[in-house]
């Protein structure tokens, strides 16, 4: 079994706790992260090593797009997942040029079990 990290990035606690279940009922040996805004996201993952990493579109201050490219170059060994409630094809196109996984909102069980397994 390995023991994995994942960083989960959403100004909603409801859905970091959503995300953080399934994850636990997967994943149960996984250290799970929360960051609500992407400040916080920078500062605990600084020093960090993370493996997974899951980033809402739409945050307070910096979106998950940006704040996607700053983390890939602190972390470019982890798999980064954008979560959107909606998203154009320019944002889509943003995300697949960086090589993110793109998973629309609402997030279920079903989206997460086959993102992490």
């Known amino acids: 079994m390995t023991n994995n990290?994942?960083?989960?990035?959403d100004d909603s606690k409801l859905t970091r706790a959503i995300l953080s279940r399934f994850?636990?009922?997967h994943q149960p040996s996984w250290c799970i992260l929360e960051a609500e805004d992407s400040g916080q996201a920078l500062e605990v993952a600084n020093?960090?090593?993370i493996e997974w990493i899951t980033v809402d579109?739409?945050?307070p201050g910096m979106n998950g797009i940006s704040l996607a490219k700053?983390?890939?170059k602190s972390h470019p060994e982890a798999k980064i997942t954008l979560?959107?409630?909606s998203i154009d094809s320019s944002t889509y196109d943003k995300a697949k040029a960086l090589k993110l996984n793109v998973i629309e909102k609402p997030?279920?069980?079903q989206?997460?079990?086959a993102l992490i397994t």
């Open 83 to 85: 979560l959107t409630g």
């Open 107 to 109: 997030v279920t069980e």
């Open 47 to 49: 020093g960090k090593q």
């Open 5 to 9: 990290t994942m960083l989960i990035v």
């Open 23 to 25: 994850i636990q009922e």
């Open 111 to 113: 989206k997460i079990k």
């Open 70 to 72: 700053l983390l890939i």
């Open 57 to 59: 579109y739409n945050m």
